[in-house]
């Protein structure tokens, strides 16, 4: 009987294959990746729409756009819960008292996950006690953090007012946007934070440069010259949660660009600015309720045009 020599695999041979294996991996991965991007650039999108119609909604019953901060420190997502099919959430929580703080050791309803809130691109995951959010409303491009002081004393004495639709105390009216509702700004993203204060994290801290902006100019200067790397300059990097009214956890301002530094002043100026993990831009839904994704490379006046309700700016082609 003759015997048939087995062939097996020579090790040089093994290792072409690994080889092979190894090149085709490397060409599927970013493919992938680009299509998951873009299947969760589109979700993020739709979650933008969702939140631009409960706005719609709550004007329809309330006569108001929903505040930036009411009386007891609750932002908008807190206030938009009902029109989200979140209402037995809404129902757990009391109005009449401050938010809960975060408690990671018996988690309230300040821990919940709102998964509307949420971008599926940013995985960054916020200790417990701590119900995160991505989308904040827009305040304007006045560096304002609320409403002018009528105290003379006050450094924010007859400070100009929010020019945005959903800021501290705000009781906006559709009838008061009129730049027009299809090119003034309702919401955009923000990236979840980092949780320390010991770690500097450029797009998603909230700095503070220690110095006292008049304008929104000053403001954007200041912030993207200051040193990072001072961690004295640490201003809030404790994340985000959708049931404050914190200016970074619910709101964000036409000051900076898209996905530049976003610093705090005290007392009372603030420069956060909408940020993502999306490429190149964060999405965005207008007072209308479309949805656009905005470039970091839209100019500045277009920028800052987009957050104002009433400046009176003619805005076109901003974005795709």
């Known amino acids: 009987m003759i015997r048939r020599r087995r062939h097996a695999f020579t090790l040089v041979e093994l290792l072409v294959v690994i080889a092979i294996i190894s090149v085709l991996m490397s060409l599927l991965l970013p493919a992938v990746q680009k299509v998951r991007e873009a299947a969760n650039r589109l979700k993020c999108q739709n979650n933008l729409k969702q939140i631009g119609l409960a706005v719609q909604t709550y004007h329809d019953n309330m006569n108001v756009l929903p505040p930036g901060r009411d009386a007891k420190g609750f932002g908008a997502p807190a206030h938009l819960l009902p029109y989200i099919e979140m209402g037995n959430l809404h129902k757990q929580i009391d109005f009449n008292n401050p938010p809960p703080p975060i408690d990671p050791v018996t988690p309230n309803v300040t821990g919940v996950t709102v998964k509307l809130y949420l971008c599926p691109s940013d995985t960054n995951i916020l200790p417990v006690g701590a119900g995160g959010n991505n989308y904040r409303a827009n305040s304007g491009s006045i560096i304002l953090n609320g409403v002018p002081s009528s105290n003379p004393s006050d450094p924010n004495y007859n400070f100009p007012a929010c020019n945005g639709v959903i800021y501290a105390l705000s009781r906006v009216r559709i009838t008061d946007v009129t730049d027009g509702t299809s090119t003034t700004a309702c919401f955009s993203e923000m990236r979840k934070g980092d949780y320390s204060n010991g770690t500097s994290t450029d797009i998603v801290d909230t700095f503070r440069p220690g110095t006292f902006p008049n304008n929104a100019d000053e403001a954007r200067a200041q912030c993207l010259s ?23 956890d619910t709101r964000y301002y036409h000051v900076l660009l898209p996905n530049e530094r976003s610093c705090m002043f005290p007392p009372g100026r603030i420069a956060t600015t909408a940020n993502s993990l999306h490429t190149a831009g964060v999405n965005m839904v207008m007072c209308d309720g479309s949805v656009h994704f905005i470039g970091n490379s839209i100019d500045l006046p277009t920028w800052r045009a987009l957050g104002s309700r009433n400046g009176e700016e003619v805005v076109s082609g901003f974005g795709f």
């Open 226 to 248: 200051m040193d990072i790397t001072d961690l004295s300059k640490q201003g809030k990097s404790n994340g985000q949660v959708w049931i404050g009214s914190d200016h970074s």
